[in-house]
């Protein structure tokens, strides 16, 4: 892995899908891991955000 402003713009572009992946690197199973943990840390977050707004615009206490 490459270190300095370089390394980490290459991968904020590929985390962001600006740039491919680079298909020679292993995928590992801790990349597996933390792939399902974003999964369900996004997934929490919006129903968290659909909640809030149910909260605020369905549910108003007046």
Do not use: C
Request: net charge positive; proline share 3%.
């Amino acid at each position: 892995m490459e270190i300095g402003t370089m390394g980490i713009g290459r991968k904020l572009a590929e985390y962001l899908y600006l740039r491919k992946r680079d298909p020679n690197e292993p995928q590992t199973q801790w990349m597996k891991y933390m792939h399902g943990i974003n999964r369900i840390s996004i997934l929490m977050f919006l129903a968290a955000l659909i909640i809030i707004i149910l909260k605020l615009f369905v549910f108003k206490k007046r």
